[in-house]
């Protein structure tokens, strides 16, 4: 077996996110926090997820589904060093989560305070 060069990002439960949807196929987050082996809630599974796919290991592959890419795929064959792949940050990975909505309409109401 070829040892994996995982980044310094990377932990425990991402490699099991990324073999677990290898040996089973396509995954969510939450069929996943059900498994055995995954003592962790859906959201940070999701969270993780996120990270990944910023990374280019897995992809959404509809709604909540996520699979591996073909780094995902090498990565898991030893063949890739996750440290070659981008970066993941908070910001860059959760950016869109406080966003303001593309169809946000400002209402163009003032206040006046009287004291």
Partial sequence: MIAKK??????QIDERIM?????NGFASPSILSRERGFDVSSGYIRDRCRWLQYAGLLAPVSG????????GILYLKGELDASHCPRPTPSKVF????ATPPDWV?????????L
């Fill in 6 to 11: 995982s980044a310094s990002w990377m932990n």
């Fill in 95 to 98: 950016e869109d989560r406080y």
């Fill in 106 to 114: 400002e209402a163009g109401v003032k206040f006046r305070i009287r």
């Fill in 19 to 23: 073999e677990w949807i290898r040996e």
């Fill in 64 to 71: 909540d589904l996520y699979d591996l890419t073909s780094e």
